[in-house]
């Protein structure tokens, strides 16, 4: 075990108690995994044990409120009006209550109808929607947060492309202006320059020198200003899956709907309009063969069609005359159709017949029909006015709701539309707990489409034998074949207009089922919607929340095949009678279209001439409130007379029939087939059925059933299930105490109904699903009041408390079962729990007046708090049974009844829990499955217990009764147990068990005394506890116990529950501080460390026993990231998670926004730091540098060697020291060799985990008092320190800004975190240059994941979670994530700027400083390395600035690798395009170099670091931006300038030096990035840069070498050579400074032979740096054996070049250096490749075999080129290269460049005036040039190689004439000389070379002349001496000189030049020299002539004899002109003639 880990260790383990220490070690060495944190405590409570927390109450009472500050005291006890009563209205849809007005009700509808409408009673926590778990912090609400941020400006997001294309330096605005390349010294163009930039803004106060705490200070205001007040609002919402504490109200119970359809009907014409047509509507679902709504009649006749059946219409009531209808539909499916049938009046002629009409006839031949038209009106008029009151079927058609549905489209359907997600609670307010739609096929939705109108235009008739609904959905399956039965039907054309649409959420002028005006309805005169009641297709599970009561009749077939007499056009009258007299007869049967609203009868329509008809009749009544014995219903049967025949009545009674409605109490409903009678029924039949043979009755068919109808009641007042109605009976009759009662069959009494109640509650079980759901509120109330209120019979109190609770589980189970699918995450149906919340209340303690007395409106609906409180509200119980209160079972009066009845009342939360208790296995079983209802039941009960019985003012300890509270923590400790036993078997139930119990001790928490809560959750503690050791996977246990403490502490008074206020006693424990014992105890106080400090920000026993819920949190964190853990991933996540969303909770908090508030909030989480401190190596480490995770621990700490294991065991020899064993407590040495331990790093944490827990560290460094921090920081010991400041740096690295264009292409799972570009370079370059190998050494790779357990968990290797899972955001969204994610780096980077701060603070005065300075300071270059915003550099670098001050010796004395560092960030942040960032860096870099040359004098360090940081940053950065850095640069040169106090000395020169340089190498070396394509120009810049480095030799070695790879790359071998002995050079020259040996070269001077150009090497004096000053010259080629190697590579470059003549040259400097190292072996070698190269020179001697190149001078013209504009360079070219060549080459390369017709070569030679140039373009003129020299140096150019060596001077020749032709006449041709001197000698380290020097020479024609003769005349000497001779060269020279034909030839050029004497005296001497000259060239002629003819074969003796003839002919002509004299050659010369031939008198031409 490392010794660091040790010593931190010692230093945890000081405050642990000896036996403590003594039992761990006996477990270590018997082996047992124990981890060192579960007992760092000071009290040694390990961990794994809950502390017994203070007790609450007492703590409070011991401590007035008002010991606090102002806004502290809200956090000490909960506010007052902490628990309300609320009456919340019940909702009522309708305007009018709807409530039957009957006087008399029976109880059982009194109870429904006061259930109806009765107000919801809520016990409100009113401070509730302040926890998480009440308004969770989403994404939605932090996006509502995280309005109004600022946007945080960021470098990478500045600097976007705005300079992306490749010339940009070719704008004037950024190019450099000049190229001077002048030595620096003298750095001309580039200081002006610089001098004309425009500085940034300057700091202020930067040159004033101010007190180090003063500036602190002023930092410190400064960086509290503009700060983001919550931190986690920046950081993603917590995780939704991990939210278990999450709750919402549950929705209030709402009237059932599915979805809704809204349908208009429109219009309705036929081809002919002759009669009233009438229609119906309703849904049918053919899958399930059931009519799924009722039927909905409309009317769209005309007025004068409505006319014809005035005669027997009342006015109709405007219900009626609705024509658009809202359906229902919860079951949608593609299996539903509209029908619509049509009727008409019954006239004679059968359906037929009466349809023919209109199917023949059609609208166009109206005219033609006139007279049967009028035939048919008439007959149509007579019907009706006869019939009027009777209908026949006519037509039908039906559509088809699924087509219009998905071909309207949906609109707006969403992907997530109900088929494929389980809607929540809340989504289903509409629809209702029944969605569980769309299973596989019928996937169907009819929420969301497009409106659509339908014309239906074929109608089928109605056939008289197929009338039935079976026959119907046989059509209706049929329609759906492609091949339909109906499609081969005539249909009857009709045109029927319908709107069908989604019916909007609150449509207007709506009518209810009851036909009740639903709100809003503005007018009550407006046309109505109706409301269609839905039949629905499967069970509905929904409570009743309104009055309802209807009876639908279906009269479905009638057979009176046997029946004698004339009856055949049969209808069926129904009346509902209240008695048997016929005007008893009630209105309550529902009208159809234009009648009155209710009538008292209704008939069937009429098929023509059938004796035996089918009805799809459906007759809708309203059930009167109470329904006796007498009420049935009435069937009359008619047979109608079509024909009116004299003497014939209209109608004739044929029989009668009728239903009682009551039986035994029940409604009856359902199917029934009743005979028909004859006769009228006699007197009192109602009460007895048609089936009993009544004596002298007749009967059709001889009593059978030839009657077939349908009874169906929907009803919230009668059950229509026998169980429930039974216990309802039961239960009303008790209450009535109507003795004795007829059940069924048997008569009840007194004696008999206790068992009867008893058999009925446990029948309970049997009642169907669906009604029992239905009266769901009515059950549970029944069963409340039974437990509550025992009834008494016969006197005596029968307790039913057991069977009621039993059955109170059953029913609660079966609801739960019925509505599975509606359930909520945690199981919990949100029926029972709305029941809970809304309905529930205590029997007898209405919050009304009881009985009749009106009720009291409250004025703030606060019961508790009320100002003029009802007195009869709070009556005591005795009191609250008045006279006049329903609820007694006895007359009043009966006082004994009466006491008895109140000492009989039980309180449900103390029966409940009692019960529980003592439960039998059975029902045991049903409450545990459901446990939060009962829980929930239990707390409501308590909570209305104190509000209505005023117990809030008494102290908690007293509210509730101790048995009470025995029986509570008997409940918990075996739900608990149950938890535990069952987490193997049944994990689901566990975890909901887990959490109810979990709400039930939170909600406690807000109504009993809060230590009993803290002692039950310790006890539930404990037994997880004991269980865990045996746990076959204690993960999962741990998981629960995690949710359970996570939902605890989402109460809303968490931090009040956790005493935040009470000032921690120190603790008391036995064993004396150990602390001092050791040296490590502390590293910055003298004294021992505070232990209430530490005990505060360790999870010390005093610290868990305070704050107690917190200490539960944070232990379950420790134990969660203990290494061993198991199931690692999950738990870390969980646990976490549940530390983040509280925080998150807190800062969303109102209550804790003040500043001081918000740091006692803080120090509820101080062991927070020391927790992920000791899991740093385990953190995902986001930096991803080499040097992994400790790179501070490890650095403070002394002596480690090796990474400890920084949660391994105790090492035992430690321990043993601790604990009192035999080592002395002094001993370090000896405890340092203790064998260490195997490392166990354990699991690692994702990366999502990790980012979250530091996130929440911030947040606690971020609020907590930094006062605390500092006295912490002084406690900590080194290690301890060194892993905070690890810490640091790992948060700063996991925020760091990604940048916008990270958003954009970030792929939801793949984005690994990749440091940005510059960082990786960065560390590229300091791996290079400084040390960073000691971190490199100390790295521990591993994978950035981790073993992870499970894969999902891989999803966390996104560092940011997606918002969501969608990867395509919108432009906005990503704008909104890169501003968010600005702010969070920006925030978390200045927190942990302020920790830093703090720690310096402490830091001051310690020993240990520099060491720890040392890291902090890493850690500041992090931050100012990392992507930062403006606004946080600014103090970032004010925080350097201050640190550099304070302590400069860790720059200038420590290693260089931190002013490396520094240096390079400071500079890449004065090159930033943010001028707020410049202008820090730039102070930042002024202040760094005054610093350092206050110190020395000089600031050689600061000059070399940043100057090597420069070439690094710009030859490797991407977007680098130059211009920005050259203004920063001029910044350090103002203040330089404006800085007083170093005006004497030479400070402001050397900066001013080192700015010019960085600035020439700047311009340098970004154009060197834009020339990467020019050869040329690249070499040249390379050349620059080398050149800035002269002052770091390193460097241009290094730029030495890069030139000669370029140039080898380029095929240029003698320029790579030449770079090669530059280095050479310049290593011999600092070997020479070193050390004087005989053997090494002096220094460049002895490499004088090779190049002439090597002096430049001696640049550097060694009075400006020493070379052993360290740093410098460090490379390995700084020594003799580096100097050999580069020696041999400039050999070998050399012979690949072809100058072997150099070879020699190196190798002489080599030799002695070999023999003195008598290196033979080489030598050999050395030797051998000499004699190679000395052979080649012998075979090539003449020089035309080994060829060097070729010269051209090219100059460039226009301000494209830039820095190139008017220069002129000499390049040199390879070997045989043609003008054409490179003028092509150079002209195609800046064409492409520039682009199309930019670029212009310029053909001749001439000056090149500028003005006359185009700007827009570029030329360029090129001009073959040739070396020259002068006559003297021809003597010692002897060779080939002499004379293409070391060339320095060129020349070229223009022809010209005075009128500017280049050619003409021989007396006009003129002649140009230009002599161009270059800076440096070819072969040079580059291929082009400026001209530095030009030369003009004009020659005169004659001087023109003088030249050729002498050139002609040198041409024949040399081919006639030629050796060996070569005769045709010779010849071909003869025949140019003597040919006759040769124009201006010899004889020209004479005969113009000395054909008369010239006038101008000063002429004379050239005259003389051309006639010396031709002399000579005859004389030549002659030699050549004769040489000739001893050369020649007889076949050429012709030829030559031809020659000699124009030879002689030659010679004549000149004769005279050679022979004339010029008189003044004989007069002594006294006007001293310039001679033109004499070098010295050339006319300088400078440029």
């Known amino acids: ?158 600097s976007g492309d705005e300079r992306s294309s490749p010339d940009d330096s070719d704008d004037p605005r950024h190019s450099s202006g000049s190229p001077d390349d002048t030595p620096r010294s003298s750095g001309a163009s580039g200081i002006f320059d610089l001098r004309n930039l425009a ?447 004299p003497g014939t009545a209209l109608e004739t009674p044929v029989g009668f029939t009728w239903i009682p409605l009551l039986q035994h109490g029940r409604l009856r409903t359902g199917p029934f087939c009743l005979p028909v009678s004859v006769d009228q029924p006699p007197p009192s039949y109602s009460v007895l059925t048609p089936d009993v043979a009544l004596p002298g009755m007749r009967w059709v068919d001889g009593h059978k059933g030839v009657f077939s109808v349908e009874l169906t009641a929907v009803s919230s007042v009668h059950p229509q299930d026998p169980y429930l109605d039974k216990f309802f009976t039961l239960v009303h009759v008790l209450e009535e105490g109507a003795f004795p009662f007829r059940l069924k069959d048997a008569v009840l009494s007194e004696s008999t109904v206790e068992q009867e109640l008893r058999a009925s509650l446990v029948a309970l079980r049997l009642a169907s699903p669906e009604p029992l759901v239905a009266f769901s509120h009515h059950v549970l109330d029944k069963l409340v009041r039974l437990v509550v209120r025992p009834p008494i019979i016969g006197g005596q109190i029968v307790n039913l408390g057991r069977v009621a609770f039993e059955a109170m589980a059953h029913v609660v189970s079966l609801v739960h079962r019925s509505l599975e699918a509606a359930q909520d ?31 009291v409106t409250l004025q703030p609906a606060t019961l508790a708090h009320g100002p003029g409180r009802p007195a009869s509200l709070y009556l005591a119980r005795s009191k609250s049974i008045s006279s006049s209160n329903p609820d007694l079972a006895v007359a009043p009066g009966s006082v004994d009844d009466e006491v008895s009845r109140i000492l009989a009342s039980k309180l449900l939360h103390e029966e409940l829990a009692l019960q529980w208790v003592v439960s039998g296995s059975a029902v045991r079983e049903a409450v545990l499955q459901h446990a939060w209802f009962f829980f929930q039941l239990m707390v409501k009960s308590m909570a209305l217990h104190l509000l209505l019985g005023q117990k809030l003012d008494t102290p908690r300890k007293l509210r509730f009764p101790g048995r009470f509270l025995d029986d509570i923590a008997a409940l918990v400790g075996s739900v608990g147990l149950e938890v535990i036993t069952r987490v193997h078997k049944d994990v689901e139930l566990a975890e909901h068990l887990n959490a109810s119990l979990a709400f039930f001790l939170s909600d ?88 209430k400090v530490i005990s505060m920000f360790e999870l010390s026993g005093s610290f868990r026993q305070q704050h107690f819920l917190a200490g539960l949190l944070l232990t379950e964190l420790a134990l969660a990231l203990e290494p061993e853990a198991e199931g690692a991933s999950l738990l870390h996540k969980k646990a976490i998670s549940a530390v983040h969303s509280l925080l998150c909770g807190h800062d969303a908090d109102p209550r804790y926004a003040e500043a001081t508030v918000k740091a006692r909030v803080a120090e509820l989480y101080l062991p927070l730091l020391s927790l992920a401190r000791d899991t740093l190596p385990r953190l995902h480490d986001f930096a991803e540098g080499p040097g992994q995770r400790s790179r501070l621990a490890s650095m403070l700490d002394s002596d480690t060697e090796g990474e400890g294991d920084m949660g391994g065991t105790i090492n035992p020899s430690v321990a043993m020291a601790i604990a009192g064993g035999p080592l002395a407590p002094g001993s370090r040495a000896s405890i340092s060799q203790g064998p260490a331990t195997a490392a166990r790093s354990g699991c690692a944490l994702s990366a999502e985990s990790s980012r979250t827990l530091l996130v929440c560290v911030l947040w606690v460094l971020k609020n907590a008092e930094p006062a605390l921090l500092q006295r912490w920081a002084a406690d900590l010991a080194l290690p301890q320190l060194g892993r905070l400041l690890d810490l640091l740096y790992l948060c700063l690295a996991a925020f760091e800004y990604k940048g916008k264009k990270a958003f954009e292409r970030i792929n939801s799972l793949t984005f690994k975190k990749s440091l940005d570009m510059k960082a990786r370079l960065e560390e590229a370059i300091l791996g290079t240059i400084g040390a960073r190998q000691e971190m490199v050494r100390r790295s521990r790779e591993r994978s950035p994941f981790g073993n992870q357990e499970n894969v999902r968990w891989r999803k966390s290797v996104t560092h940011w979670r997606q918002t969501s899972d969608r990867v395509d955001k919108t432009k906005d969204e990503m704008e909104h994530e890169a501003l968010v994610d600005g702010n969070l780096a920006t925030e978390a980077s200045l927190v942990v700027l302020d920790t830093l701060e703090i720690i310096v603070q402490t830091v ?437 190689f002499d004379r293409n060596y070391g060339l320095r001077t060129f020349l070229f020749c223009t022809p010209f004439t005075p009128d500017g032709r280049a050619h003409g006449e021989l007396p006009e041709q003129h002649k140009r000389k230009t002599l161009l001197s270059t800076d440096h000698a070819f072969p040079y380290i580059k291929t082009r070379i400026r001209v530095c020097h030009r030369e003009e020479t004009v020659l005169t024609p004659v001087e023109v002349a003088i030249e050729d003769m002498q050139k002609k005349t040198r041409e024949l000497a040399f081919a006639t001496e030629q050796d060996p001779p070569d005769a045709k060269m010779l010849q071909m020279v003869l025949q140019g000189s003597v040919g006759p034909t040769v124009n201006q030839g010899p004889l020209e050029v004479a005969q113009v030049f000395l054909a008369e004497i010239p006038q101008d005296p000063k002429l004379f001497r050239h005259h003389n020299k051309l006639r010396l000259c031709f002399k000579d060239f005859c004389k030549k002629c002659e030699d050549a002539l004769r040489k000739n003819k001893a050369l020649i074969g007889p076949d050429q003796k012709e030829y030559h004899r031809e020659l000699e003839r124009n030879y002689s002919r030659l010679r004549e002509a000149l004769q005279p002109l050679l022979t004339q004299r010029l008189p003044q050659l004989l007069v002594p010369n006294t006007a001293g003639f310039r001679n033109s031939l004499n070098r010295a008198s050339f006319r300088k031409a400078d440029l």
Not at 85 to 102: A, H, K, N, S, V
Not at 564 to 580: F, I, K, W
Not at 826 to 850: D, K, Q
Not at 1824 to 1835: A, N
């Open 1 to 158: 075990m490392a010794v660091a880990e040790r010593r931190a260790f010692a230093h945890k383990i000081n405050r642990t108690v000896a036996a403590e220490v003594r039992k761990q070690v006996s477990r270590e060495r018997s082996g047992s995994p124990h981890s060192s944190r579960r007992c760092s405590s000071s009290l040694g409570v390990p961990l794994t044990e809950v502390i017994e927390p203070l007790d609450f109450e007492d703590v409070l009472l011991s401590r007035p409120p008002d010991a606090e500050p102002g806004p502290l005291r809200d956090l000490v006890e909960f506010p007052a009006d902490d628990l309300e009563l609320l009456l919340q209205p019940r909702e009522c849809r309708t305007t009018e209550p709807g409530i039957p007005e009957d006087g008399k009700l029976d109880a059982q509808v009194r109870a429904a109808v006061e259930m109806y409408t009765e107000d919801w009673i809520i016990a409100h926590r009113r401070y509730q929607h302040l926890s998480a778990a009440y308004s969770p912090i989403t994404l939605e609400t932090q996006r509502e947060r995280q309005k109004g941020l600022t946007r945080q400006v960021f470098e990478q997001d500045a």
């Open 199 to 645: 500085a940034d803004s300057l700091l202020p106060s930067l040159l004033e020198r101010m007190a180090p705490e003063d500036v602190d200070r002023r930092n410190e205001a400064l960086r509290r200003q503009h700060r983001s007040r919550a931190l986690l609002t920046l950081y993603p919402a917590p995780d939704e899956d991990e939210a278990v504490e999450r709750c919402s109200r549950p929705e209030p119970p709402r009237e059932h709907f599915g979805q809704r359809i809204l349908v208009k009907c429109l219009s309705l014409k036929f081809e002919i309009e002759i009669e009233p047509i009438f229609g119906i509507l309703a849904l049918y679902d053919v899958r399930e063969k059931k009519k799924i709504s009722e039927n909905f009649y409309f009317d769209l006749n005309s007025d004068s069609m409505k006319g014809l059946l005035r005669a027997h219409g009342t006015h109709p009531a405007i219900s009626t005359l609705a024509r658009s209808a809202i359906f229902s539909v919860t079951y949608p499916s593609p299996d539903i159709f509209l029908v619509i049938k049509l009727e008409k009046v019954l006239q004679q002629g059968d359906i037929s017949e009466c349809c023919e009409p209109y199917m023949v006839m059609k609208e166009v031949d109206t005219a033609k029909n006139k007279e049967k038209l009028e035939k048919l009106r008439l007959g149509a008029e007579q019907f009706c006015t006869r019939l009027g009151r009777y209908r026949m079927p006519f037509a039908w058609t039906a559509v088809h709701l699924a087509n219009i549905v998905s071909s309207a489209g949906q609109s707006d359907r969403d992907s997530d539309s109900e088929g494929e997600r389980r809607p929540t609670w809340t989504d289903r307010r509409r629809r209702g707990p029944q969605d569980r739609t769309s299973s596989g096929d019928d996937a169907c939705s009819f929420s969301g489409f497009r409106p659509a109108t339908l014309t239906v235009t074929n109608f089928f008739k109605q056939e008289a034998e197929r009338l039935s609904d079976e026959d119907l959905f046989k059509f209706l399956a049929d329609m759906r074949r492609p091949t339909s039965l109906l499609r081969r039907l005539r249909p009857v054309t009709a045109q029927l207009k319908i709107d069908i649409s989604p019916a909007p959420e609150n449509p207007h002028f709506c009518l209810s089922p009851e036909l009740l005006h639903v709100k809003p309805y503005p007018d009550p005169r407006g046309r109505p919607t109706k409301e269609i009641l839905e039949f629905p297709a499967r069970e509905v599970y929904a409570p009743h929340t309104s009055y309802r009561n209807l009876l639908y009749v279906y009269p479905h077939s009638l057979n009176f095949s046997s029946r004698q007499g004339s009856v055949r056009n049969l209808t069926v009258r129904v009346q509902y009678m209240a008695g048997e007299d016929p005007s008893q007869a009630l209105p309550v049967i529902f009208g159809k279209s234009s009648c009155s609203e209710f009538t008292r009868e209704a008939f069937t329509p009429v098929v023509y001439h059938n004796k035996s008809p089918e009805f799809y009749e459906e007759f809708k009544l309203r059930l009167p409130a109470c329904v006796t014995e007498n009420h049935h219903l009435l069937f009359t049967f008619y047979h109608v007379s079509c024909q009116p025949r």
């Open 825 to 855: 995450a945690r199981g919990h149906c949100p029926l029972l729990a709305a029941y809970v919340y809304y309905a529930f209340r205590l029997p007898g303690t209405e919050p009304s007046l009881p009985g009749g007395a009106p009720k």
């Open 1004 to 1091: 406690l928490l807000s109504l009993v005394d809060r230590g009993f809560v803290f002692s039950l959750v310790r006890a539930h503690y404990k037994q997880v506890a004991t269980r865990l050791q045996s746990a076959p996977n204690p993960a999962v246990l741990l998981t629960l116990r995690m949710d359970f403490t996570r939902i605890l502490c989402g109460h809303e008074h968490y931090v009040t529950l956790n005493l935040p206020c009470c000032p921690l006693s120190p603790p008391a424990s036995p064993s004396p501080s150990v602390s001092s014992t050791t040296s490590q105890s502390s590293t910055f106080s003298s004294q021992t460390p505070d232990p």
């Open 1404 to 1840: 001051m005065l310690s020993e240990a400083r520099e060491s720890i300075l040392g890291a902090v300071l890493k850690v500041v270059l992090y931050s100012l390395g990392s992507a930062q915003s403006a606004l946080f550099l600014q103090h970032g670098l004010a925080t350097q600035r201050a640190l550099v001050s304070k302590f400069p010796e860790l720059l200038f004395e420590e290693d260089t690798e931190l002013c490396a560092d520094l240096c390079l960030r400071l500079l890449r942040h004065c090159g930033s395009r943010i001028s707020a960032i410049r202008t820090h860096a730039s102070a930042s870099l002024y202040l760094l170099m005054r610093q350092n040359f206050e110190i020395g004098h000089n600031f050689a360090r600061v000059k070399m670091q940043v100057t090597m940081s420069l070439s690094s940053l710009v030859g490797t950065t991407q977007n680098f931006s130059e211009e920005h850095l050259r203004r920063s640069l001029k910044t350090i040169l103002t203040y330089a300038e404006e800085d007083v106090g170093l005006r004497d000395s030479t400070f402001a020169e050397q900066v001013q030096d080192l700015m010019f340089n960085l600035h020439m190498i700047l311009t340098d070396t970004v154009k060197m990035k834009e020339h990467q394509e020019d050869p040329e120009m690249l070499i040249d810049l390379m050349y620059r840069i080398a050149r800035g480095y002269q002052g770091s030799p390193d460097l241009r070695l290094t730029w030495l070498q890069n030139m000669a790879g370029k140039h080898a790359e380029l095929g240029n071998h003698a320029e790579a050579a030449q770079c090669m002995v530059h280095a050479a050079a310049l290593v011999a020259e600092y070997l020479a400074l070193l050390e004087d040996s005989r053997h090494l070269p002096v220094g460049c001077v002895s490499f004088q032979n090779i190049s002439s150009n090597v002096l430049e090497e001696s640049a550097i004096s060694d009075d400006i740096l020493s070379p052993d000053e360290e740093g410098f010259c460090s490379g390995k080629h700084f020594t003799e054996l580096g100097l050999v190697g580069l020696l041999e590579q400039a050999a070998a470059y050399f012979t690949m070049g072809g100058l072997y003549e150099a070879v020699n040259e190196v190798y002489k400097t080599l030799i002695p250096i070999l023999e003195a190292h008598r290196d033979y072996k080489k030598l050999a070698a050395v030797h051998g490749k000499l004699q190679e190269a000395f052979t080649k020179i012998m075979h090539q001697s003449s020089g035309w075999e080994r060829v060097f190149g070729t010269y051209f001078r090219v100059g460039f013209y226009g301000a494209r080129f830039g820095d190139l504009d008017e220069q002129e360079f000499v390049y040199k070219e390879p070997s045989i290269t043609k003008l054409a060549e490179i003028s092509h080459r150079l002209e195609e390369f800046y064409t492409e460049r520039f682009g199309e017709d930019v670029v212009q070569i310029i053909k001749d030679s001439n000056p090149v005036d500028k003005t006359k140039l185009d700007p827009q373009k570029a030329y360029i003129q090129i001009t073959y040039v040739e070396p020259h020299f002068d006559t003297y140096e021809l003597k010692d150019r002897v060779t080939y």
